[in-house]
């Protein structure tokens, strides 16, 4: 049997970014806390964390602590049935796309968290990544636009989300007089989310254009919108992130007849418990526009 | 002297996200491509570039990229007395904090970067991981909280900005009926942005509890707005980031004598030229509250 102090060590310490404070919340030392960590290393013969450049978990550490979590779960639903055990909340981890994140997540699954006692530990992650971080038990679910399907987990279809190119009309009236031809595209800085954002270059490819094009990187997605609000790109956005921008007149699409269609699956692990599959539930209930 | 035809292989790819994408924008076969990285890669005696988990440059690679943007900055000082030369629009590799991004950053530089005609390429970082990619050179700037200073480049202060802990009206009625005590932090849901986050800690103490307390993590600025208006949680928020939620009454401060004052420091090369010079100029005339 694992020793859980030095687990739960490992979870405070990188919960709370430093061995001082985690050994504040647990009542102990700060050597205290080294002696518990370097026990747990000592034990699996390999390193679970490193403090340069910053505090992060290995990934050795990353699997430690998802089975920590996943313990904490099993804790939680024995607590259900015996109350006087006392047993802490447990924190979910989910990986989840940016645009989700700032637009319909919160609203759907607030009920259900207030309601289950369930705290968060959201990851913003590009869809290749979030699904390796479920491969790698590093994250409990994830969503993302991605249908393949990992073994052992479940892949629901959420729906999809649907892209305009939006810009201001002071922008549009700049760069795109004539609408959106190739000599607009070539000189009109777009903003591109990261280098693995490919919904400009889609929506380029669908008005024909295949050439390079000026843009503008920003990996944040309500800086994004940002970005374009204050005129300086278009941008493909989902309407839903920019009902106030588009209702006041600072945000219209270029090119109208132009969308994009972007599907959303929820990836999770097939016996991760009753939670999960609640969570499940609730989340086949969006309504995505 | 380098071959920056390679150095702009190795740009395209890391920008376009892929070889193949990058051969397009080149004119190239992508194995041209995959010559050209082998190539750079040759000389330099170690890898520029991994291809998983996700495509990244290595440091090695990241100080390459950051020297070609330094030369196309060069190149575009170069230009504007040579017109007849037409050279590229270079990007401007920034590393900036999340909320300084999605509140004034874009009103601030629009007119620059339009005038200028500068592309960005913006990198989201808490403190220490900014002010480590500026030191490696792997960004030009960094905008943050620390006034620790680099040897070689400049520090400029641009004031500070107010946080305050909002959540909504119903979630204060729930969580605090008789306002901040010991009691309900022990049990109310915060919000916290990551484990290097001491901001929710900071109100706390301010507060004088300095105990355990159950939050959601959620690493995206505008996706921790989202929580709180959802009623997921109280967290710390620059209230320039929420003016909307505040004047229609769906967020509030929970302990309206209780804010906390972050500085901003504005890091740059010294030698960098006269573009991050001007950058700075416009940088100062930020208003910040």
Not at 156 to 184: C, N, W
Request: hydrophobic residues 40%; aromatic residues 8%.
């Amino acid at each position: 049997m694992l020793d859980y102090k030095l687990l739960e060590a490992l979870a405070t310490v990188m919960e709370s970014g430093g061995f001082e404070r985690a050994g504040e919340l647990l009542g102990l030392s700060q050597s205290a806390i080294s002696q518990r960590i370097k026990a747990l290393e000592v034990r699996l013969g390999q390193p679970v964390l490193v403090r340069h450049p910053h505090l992060a978990a290995t990934p050795a550490g990353q699997r430690l602590l998802n089975h920590y979590q996943q313990v904490c779960l099993l804790e939680r639903e024995l607590g259900k049935t015996l109350p006087t055990l006392e047993v802490a909340t447990p924190r979910l981890r989910i990986a989840l796309n940016a645009d989700s994140l700032v637009t319909w997540w919160a609203s759907v699954v607030s009920d259900f968290c207030q309601n289950e006692d369930v705290l968060l530990d959201l990851v913003v992650e590009d869809q290749d990544v979030g699904l390796k971080r479920l491969r790698d038990g590093d994250v409990a679910a994830c969503l993302c636009a991605s249908d393949q399907p990992i073994a052992g987990a479940r892949c629901v279809p959420l729906g999809q989300m649907t892209y305009h190119p939006m810009a201001t009309p002071a922008y549009i009236e700049r760069y795109f007089p004539d609408g959106p031809t190739e000599a607009a595209f070539r000189r009109a800085p777009a903003i591109v989310y990261g280098p693995h954002d490919q919904l400009q270059h889609r929506f380029l490819a669908q008005c024909g254009y295949h050439g390079h094009f000026p843009y503008h990187l920003c990996p944040e997605s309500e800086g994004f919108v940002r970005l374009a609000c204050a005129g300086m790109g278009y941008g493909m956005m989902p309407m839903m992130q920019v009902p106030g921008p588009v209702a006041r007149g600072e945000l219209t699409s270029l090119a109208p007849g132009h969308a994009l269609e972007v599907p959303l699956y929820w990836h999770f692990w097939r016996h991760s418990g009753a939670l999960l599959e609640r969570l499940t539930s609730t989340l086949r209930t969006v309504q995505l526009t």
